[in-house]
């Protein structure tokens, strides 16, 4: 089972539409999950960190579900701008400082003129 | 924002030559670093773990004498691709995250190496 599973995408949307990218992970001890996009042929940029209490900013909202491991971001609107592939990355402390980072496969959208 | 920066940006070289990369956390300190590889129209695939003052943990089916790891600083990690060959042609990239900012991870721009 591979450890932080996305849906498969490609997500074509037309402008306006609203988006749901589903992220669920495997190890029950991870901490901390984030929301990045990596645009075309560059590095991934963090979009939101996500907490169990649900977090919001503008057009998008992630919600953490530690009980099922689940991890969801919700895009309102969307824009051209924001076809890109999302990852939804898992981190876990190994202790001494260091932590361990899982990422998954990605999610692409296509916003649609 | 935190920055990350990695040098160089872009290297061309011949088969057998060794390349050496380096990610720097340029207004933070990172005691851990993430160097992952993107081939075209691929996921991002992290390769190792980089501590500092200790041996880098790389993900498996990454070998370990071939992509040398060093991280001698809290803010510098380099990644040397040693005899490369043309199918170690990729996008490297590099993240570190501010060791106060819960795993919060700054990306650098990455660096595009194509062996001929």
């Known amino acids: 089972r591979k450890e932080v599973e996305q849906d498969p995408g490609p997500f074509n949307v037309p402008e306006g539409a609203t988006v749901a990218f589903n992220c669920t992970y495997s190890?029950?001890?991870?901490?901390?999950f984030f929301w990045y996009r990596q645009d075309c042929r560059k590095e991934p940029k963090l979009l939101m960190s996500?907490?169990?209490s649900g977090n919001e900013d503008g057009r998008f909202t992630a919600q953490l579900n530690r009980a099922s491991q689940y991890i969801s971001l919700l895009i309102r609107d969307s824009k051209l701008s924001d076809s890109a592939t999302y990852l939804c990355?898992?981190?876990?402390?190994?202790?001494?400082?260091?932590?361990?980072?899982?990422f998954g496969k990605g999610t692409k959208l296509s916003v649609i003129p | 924002g935190a920055v990350v920066s990695q040098h160089p940006s872009w290297v061309i070289c011949k088969s057998g030559t060794s390349v050496k990369i380096e990610c720097r956390s340029l207004d933070f300190q990172a005691t851990t670093m993430f160097w992952y590889r993107q081939f075209p129209k691929q996921s991002l695939m992290l390769m190792a773990t980089s501590n500092e003052g200790s041996k880098a943990t790389y993900e498996q089916g990454v070998e370990k004498d071939k992509f040398l790891i060093n991280h001698a600083s809290l803010t510098l990690s380099t990644l040397t691709v040693t005899s490369a060959h043309p199918e170690d042609s990729s996008f490297y990239i590099c993240s570190a995250g501010d060791d106060g900012g819960y795993g919060k991870q700054y990306f650098g721009p990455g660096t595009r190496l194509l062996v001929l």
């Open positions: 190890n029950s001890a991870s901490q901390s």
């Open positions: 990355v898992v981190l876990a402390y190994s202790g001494a400082g260091s932590y361990q980072l899982t």
């Open positions: 996500v907490y169990s």
